[in-house]
């Protein structure tokens, strides 16, 4: 059995990324008066979700709170 990653902010990235993906692929409705709005605006959130994400990940990084994390990607099997 794998082992299930605690530390917090992996879970917090995680969740900021699914609402990224989301932002990115939904579309809105057709027949909906604003469509043009809704579809630029759903999809300049997802790329700030994806560079507040990246930022964050870098943060987290820096000050050393994701090395677990950071060693399990790094590690090669």
């Known amino acids: 059995m794998k082992k299930i990653i605690k530390?917090?902010?992996?879970w917090l990235l995680c969740l900021i990324a699914v609402a990224a993906?989301?932002?990115?692929?939904?579309?809105?409705?057709k027949n909906s008066d604003a469509f043009y709005a809704i579809m630029l605006y759903s999809k300049f959130t997802?790329?700030?979700?994806?560079?507040?994400?990246?930022?964050?990940?870098r943060w987290f990084e820096k000050r050393h709170e994701i090395d677990d994390i950071v060693e399990y990607l790094n590690k090669e099997e």
């Open 7 to 10: 530390n917090w902010r992996y």
């Open 21 to 29: 993906i989301l932002n990115l692929v939904v579309v809105p409705a």
């Open 46 to 57: 997802a790329v700030c979700l994806f560079y507040f994400d990246y930022k964050l990940y």
